[in-house]
């Protein structure tokens, strides 16, 4: 993959100083029943990172770090949504907006459900960054939390905003690539490689399970 990132020699991940953060990984995102796909956009690049998004999870269960999970909300009476007269801070697709609360299309995509719950933290979101207006930095301080391993969807949208924003808040970023992704693999690739050259580094999902695993083998051994 062209969006590598190699570590700082030597580099160890701590699992009680590290946390999973699972962006938007919603029916209305990532399934062809959502609004995107039925409304026309190739969400098969959004599909293909449930699987390595799980990997992660099941990983960081294991390693008894911390999995936080972002899920959208939009309103169909939100008063925001006419403020910006040049771009909308929300994309419309067909008939409206994506992932309306109480809505299947909000939902945790229905592969990936079941894993979120307890002990997932979710985390109401109601624009791209993980950060904005949420709890999310507050949970990770007080779990003393300095890595953010990041995965989940869209790239150039909701995952590199949360990157900057995470990256910005003085937290090292691990960047797992193929557990994101976009419409378009070139907007995905150039999303990549901005984050790898100024924010974090860019691995595997396969690299970043292989250090939750051997710093939970360290851990255990250790004990």
Known sequence: MST??????????????TALLVIDMQNGFCSQQGSLGKNGVDVSHMRNTIAPVR????ASRRASMLDAWTIQHHYPD???RGRHRIIPHTLRFGSGPAALVNTWDAEVVDELKSLSQAPAEI????RFSA????????LLRMKGIRTVIISGVSSSLCVETTIRDAYQRDYDVL?????IATDSPEAHEESMRTAAKY???CLSTDAIVQLIDQAADVAAVAK
Do not use: M, Q, V, W
């Not at 590598?4 to 100083?17: A, D, F, K, Q």
């Not at 985390?123 to 109601?126: A, E, F, S, T």
């Not at 960047?175 to 557990?179: E, K, L, P, Q």
């Open 175 to 179: 960047i797992a690539a193929d557990a």
């Open 55 to 58: 990997k992660l999870i099941e």
């Open 131 to 138: 950060f904005f207006d949420t709890r999310l930095d507050t």
């Open 4 to 17: 590598t990132h190699s570590l700082p020699e030597g580099y160890r991940l701590i699992p009680e100083e």
């Open 78 to 80: 939100d008063a925001t």
């Open 199 to 201: 924010f974090g580094a």
């Open 123 to 126: 985390i109401i979101k109601h």
